[in-house]
Nanobody, 124 residues
Framework: QVQLVESGGGLVQAGGSLRLSCAAS????????MGWFRQAPGKERELAAAINWTGGRTYYADSVKGRFTISRDNAKNTVFLQMNSLKPEDTAVYYC?????????????????WGQGTQVTVSS
């Protein structure tokens, strides 16, 4: 079992930055692939970024590529999402998720554990 708790969301102006953190419980955090998803009102949940168990491989949705960076610190059981050059269309609830996999996972249905989400609002 893995419990995930996100933090770092908030209100920011367009062009600004936020850093999301996801703290995981359990001693096997390093065995999980991790992902950051987001869901805007009236839209489906979508993958923003994902990372493999070592942190050596990452994936980014086209909409965030070049602006967001996913990273992890296995010693601290934490995964991060650095978000720069934020746009109003980035406004969403952001969810951290863990997949019982060592490779990068892009399919939402392959994720086994989810956090409660943190709101990110970008004003124009």
């Amino acid at each position: 079992q893995v419990q995930l708790v996100e933090s770092g969301g908030g209100l920011v102006q367009a062009g600004g930055s936020l850093r999301l953190s996801c703290a995981a419980s359990g001693r096997t955090f390093s065995s999980y692939a991790m992902g950051w998803f987001r869901q805007a009102p009236g839209k489906e949940r979508e993958l923003a970024a994902a990372i493999n168990w070592t942190g050596g491989r990452t994936y980014y949705a086209d909409s965030v590529k070049g602006r967001f960076t996913i990273s992890r610190d296995n010693a601290k059981n934490t995964v991060f999402l650095q978000m720069n050059s934020l746009k109003p269309e980035d406004t969403a609830v952001y969810y951290c998720a863990a997949s019982i996999s060592t490779i990068v996972v892009v399919n939402l249905r392959m994720y086994n554990y989810w956090g409660q989400g943190t709101q990110v609002t970008v004003s124009s």
